[in-house]
Each structure stands twice: as C-alpha cells, then as structure tokens.
C-alpha cells in the first residue's frame, strides 16, 4: 500500500510569499494529483503529472519520480489561495487492477492579507 | 450546470437507518468513484466502478454496498447507518485511462452525513 506523505500539516504566509507544499510516497506510481478543498468543501483537480514540471498561472508542479518527490508551488501568494491542498497518487493503468486515488491528508493553507 | 451533482448535500440519520447517497455525472466518463473524507485521515476509496457491469470495492467498503444504474448515476448506500460513518462523502468521475497511469477526476460537491 501506497503510504503518501504532506508537508507541511499547517502553514500560515503573509500574502505575497512564495509557498512549496511538499508530498513524498512510498511506492512507485504512474501519476500524481495535486488537488485544491476550498473551505466550501469542493475538490478541485489543479495538475496531474508522471514526470518534470507543470505550470499553471501562479501554481507550478514538479515531481520527481526517482526521489518518490513532488511540490506544489504558489507565486505571489494571495488571501483566495486559502485552501486546503490535496497531494494523491495514481497506479499504472493494469486493465482492470485497482484503481482510484491514494491521498495525503492534505494542506491546510492561510494565506493572510 | 455542475458536470458532477450529488444529492442530498447534508443528511442527518439516525443509528440502524439505510440511506442512500446519490451521484450523477455528465462528462460521459465511464470510470466513477466514491469517497469518505474524515478530519485528519484524509479522502479514503469505498467503492468504484470501471462501467456499469463492473464494480469493485475500495480500502473501505465494508458497512456499505454501491448501485450502477446507468453510466451517468452511482449510487452510494448505508444499510444500517452507524456513528462512525459520519463524514464527508464524494462522488468522482474519470475518464478511461492512458498507458500512463488514472485519469483526471472530477469531483462532485460532496455531501454531509451525520449519524447520530
């Protein structure tokens, strides 16, 4: 079993600050997911990936798959990225094998003004 | 429109009641899932289904049982509800995977239960 692992638990910015969340997991996998909980409760998918480095406006992901590594990564950091992130993992595809997400416990990012 | 709905949004049972906990999609994706998030353990599988005649359990289904009515509706029961099914639960829907591993999912807005 896939054991994934966030950090950190809490984090607390000042508005403008650069944020890495990091996600480490134990065992060899296909993708990772990087999601986004607003307070609201709703999950949003923000990247998907299985190698380098995916940019998306002010947030950035990378991985590396050797390392068994990912960070999430916020420029400028703003009150509205107040969230809780979201690191799971993905298996290769096997037809037919277990499916679904395993997921870090998450984030919880405050962002303050 | 939300391409992913559940219904109801909050519930509030009592011990021993069967709820049913429902989920529709429109994104024509084949593959659905659904989730218990708890404070502090994280989103955890119960039950997903490849399509309609395939369903398999998750790392959590005991106390729970799943219905595949079409492709677009998955539908989550508690037989006999207990306290420590209270949570927040989520339905999610993805596409057919590439050779690269799962898909993006998609999650609905999920929905309140609380067992008292």
């Known amino acids: 079993k896939n054991e994934v692992e966030q950090s950190p638990q809490n984090l607390t910015a000042q508005e403008g600050e650069f944020i890495t969340i990091n996600c480490s997991y134990s065992?060899?996998?296909?993708?990772l997911h990087w999601l986004q909980q607003h307070p609201g409760g709703g999950i949003v998918s923000l990247f998907m990936?299985?190698?380098g480095k995916k940019k998306h406006g002010r947030l950035i992901a990378t991985i590396n798959i050797q390392e068994k590594h990912s960070s999430l990564h916020i420029t400028a950091s703003h009150p509205r990225d107040s969230a809780v992130y979201i690191c799971?993992?993905?298996?290769?595809?096997?037809?037919?094998?277990?499916?679904?997400?395993?997921f870090g416990k998450g984030t919880h990012l405050i962002i303050q003004p | 429109d939300a391409d992913v709905t559940q219904t109801p949004r909050n519930r509030i049972t009592k011990t021993g009641k069967r709820i049913m906990l429902e989920c529709s999609q429109t994104?024509?994706?084949?593959?659905m899932y659904w989730y218990r998030q708890d404070p502090g353990l994280g989103l955890r599988l119960i039950y997903y289904?490849?399509?309609?005649?395939?369903?398999n359990k998750g790392e959590i289904s005991d106390g729970y049982s799943v219905s595949r009515q079409a492709q677009a509706k998955f539908s989550l029961s508690l037989e006999s509800a207990i306290p420590n099914q209270t949570a927040l639960y989520f339905c999610?829907?993805?596409?057919?995977?590439?050779?690269?591993?799962?898909?993006?999912?998609?999650f609905g807005p999920g929905t309140r239960l609380t067992v008292l």
């Open positions: 999610a829907t993805s596409g057919t995977p590439t050779l690269a591993g799962t898909d993006t999912q998609y």
């Open positions: 065992v060899g996998i296909s993708a």
């Open positions: 990936l299985s190698s």
């Open positions: 799971a993992v993905g298996y290769p595809y096997s037809g037919g094998g277990a499916d679904g997400l395993t």
């Open positions: 994104k024509g994706h084949d593959r």
């Open positions: 289904s490849f399509d309609v005649k395939d369903i």
